[in-house]
């Protein structure tokens, strides 16, 4: 009977090494910019500059529901909504899906305009660039027509279309809940 051998080759030391550390940095490349990057009492302390108001609650019914799900473009299960409100000045917070994870986005109004859109926590793989001022910056004195349209144009970003969707459906949710919360109180 003739025995069969086999050799088991192995990489040198520093190879397994570089391997090793290629991965890592694939690894971690692959998370690109998930993270927190504001915390929700910082964004408030940039939205209001002299004291932060009290935290008060919009209570969602159905009448209110169905222009909410009108401008996500999906079914809104929230019993309510938390903002804040100095005069004329809202502040908002919101988690919209991108493409598979909560983006945790902070808007703030003051006489029916945008103020301040501030990315708080991205858990996406892709599109994270929304975070930087370059795209955020864009909404700043964004208002909204009649028709929930935008008066004028926000340029997207190449590998982030969905994130940028996010930003878009959540800044013309908190102009339409500024607007409604103003004519409410008044």
């Known amino acids: 009977m003739k025995m ?3 050799t088991v080759r192995t990489l ?4 397994s090494g570089v391997i090793f550390i290629g991965l890592l940095l694939a690894s971690t490349a692959h998370s690109g910019g998930q993270g927190r990057y504001m915390d929700i ?3 408030l302390q940039t939205a209001f500059a002299a004291a932060e108001p009290g935290m008060s609650t919009l209570w969602i019914d159905d009448e209110l529901r169905a222009p909410i799900e009108e401008l996500l473009g999906h079914p809104f299960d929230g019993l309510r ?3 804040w409100r100095d005069g004329g000045r809202t502040a908002w917070v919101f988690d919209e899906i991108g493409k598979e994870q909560p983006i945790t986005i902070g808007v703030s109004v003051k006489d029916d305009a945008v103020e301040i859109v501030r990315v708080l926590e ?12 370059f795209f955020t ?3 700043t004195g964004v208002q909204v027509t009649a028709e929930q349209r935008f008066n004028r144009s926000i340029d997207g970003i190449t590998g982030a ?12 949710l908190a102009l339409f809940l500024s607007h409604y919360t103003e004519h409410e109180h008044s």
């Open 4 to 6: 069969i051998t086999t």
């Open 12 to 15: 040198p030391a520093w190879r």
């Open 41 to 43: 009492a910082v964004f």
């Open 81 to 83: 909504v938390r903002y």
């Open 122 to 133: 991205f858990r996406e793989v892709r599109g994270w660039e929304i975070r930087h001022p």
């Open 137 to 139: 910056d864009q909404f």
């Open 161 to 172: 279309t969905l994130s940028v969707a996010a930003v878009s459906r959540v800044v013309r």
